[in-house]
C-alpha cells in the first residue's frame, strides 16, 4: 500500500469538508487522491468520484484498490454533476479547474443545487475568476462561509466553503474580487497577494505613463492601462480593510 501524499492545496480542500459526511462527490477527481484522504480521515463516510477523462479515472481505479477502498469509493465517468443525482451527494468537491469552468458545472447542475430534499455543501477552488464564481454562488442562494488562501509553489490559491441560504448583504465590488471573508478576517496572506499585486500594477503604471510622455503608447495599450488602473483602485480599497485595523491598534 502506497503512502499518498496530498499537496497543500488539496489538504487545504479535504479540510473543508464536513465531518462525517454521508456522501462526498469529488467532480474531477484526477487521480482520487482527495477522494481516498477523506475516506482514510473518517470525513466521509461514502465518495463519488467522478472525472470527464477516462485514463486518470483508470489510475484512480488502481489508487483505490491499492489503498483497500473499492467498497467505499465509487469511480463514475462523466462531464461535470452528468452522473450525479439530486440529493445523491451531502458535499461536492469541485478544485484545480478555471473558476468559468466550475461556473459552468454549477449551471448545468443546477438540479442539484437546487434539490427541495438535499442542497449539497459546495467546497471549490477556482483557479481563475473568482469573482465569477462568488457572483454565481449569491444568484444561486449560497453564501460562502470559508474561505482559505495558501501559496504554493509560489502560486496562491484560494479555496472556497459555501453552503445553502442567501447572504444577508450583497458583497460589494472588492468583496467579489478578493473574497469577504478573508478580507473581513485581514487574512495575512491575502495581504502579501494585495502588496505584490500593487506592486506589479504600479510598475505597469508608471512604464505607460513614461512611455505616454514620449507619444511611444498604442491604443491597445492605453486600453489595458485604463485596466490596470482600475485594478490598482481595486487593490487600494482591498487594502484599506486592513489599514482599518492598523488604525484601531494604534
Known amino acids: 500500500m502506497r503512502n499518498i501524499v496530498l499537496s497543500k492545496r488539496m489538504e487545504a480542500v479535504v479540510n ?27 470525513l466521509a463516510v461514502n465518495v463519488i468520484a467522478m472525472d470527464v477523462r477516462k485514463g486518470p479515472l483508470e489510475i484512480a481505479e488502481y489508487n483505490i484498490a491499492d489503498q483497500g477502498l473499492a467498497d467505499k469509493i465509487e469511480l463514475r465517468l462523466g462531464d461535470g454533476f452528468g452522473r450525479l443525482l439530486p440529493d445523491e451527494a451531502d458535499v461536492i468537491i469541485i478544485a484545480g479547474m478555471g473558476g468559468l469552468l466550475i461556473k459552468r458545472i454549477l449551471e448545468e447542475g443546477k438540479a442539484v443545487l437546487e434539490s427541495e430534499r438535499k442542497r449539497p455543501c459546495l467546497i471549490l477552488q477556482p483557479q481563475s475568476d473568482l469573482s465569477e464564481v462568488r457572483i454565481f454562488l449569491q444568484e444561486s442562494a449560497y453564501h460562502i462561509v470559508q474561505e482559505k488562501m495558501l501559496v504554493e509553489n509560489g502560486k496562491y490559491y484560494t479555496v472556497i466553503k459555501a453552503l445553502p441560504g442567501q447572504e444577508e448583504n450583497a458583497y460589494n465590488e472588492v468583496e467579489l474580487l478578493y473574497g469577504k471573508v478573508n478580507l473581513e478576517c485581514r487574512d495575512e496572506i491575502l495581504y502579501s497577494y494585495l502588496n505584490k499585486e500593487k506592486e506589479a500594477l504600479d510598475k ?23 485596466q490596470v488602473r482600475v485594478q490598482r483602485s481595486m487593490n487600494e480599497l482591498a487594502r484599506q480593510y486592513y489599514k482599518e485595523e492598523q488604525d484601531e491598534m494604534q
Open 204 to 226: 505597469i503604471i508608471n512604464q505607460v505613463n513614461a512611455a505616454v510622455g514620449k507619444n511611444l503608447v498604442h491604443d491597445s495599450t492605453m486600453a489595458r492601462w485604463q
Open 16 to 42: 473543508m469538508v464536513p465531518p462525517q459526511s454521508s456522501m462526498v462527490a469529488d467532480v474531477g477527481c484526477d487521480h482520487a487522491y482527495v477522494s481516498i484522504a477523506l475516506i482514510k480521515r473518517n
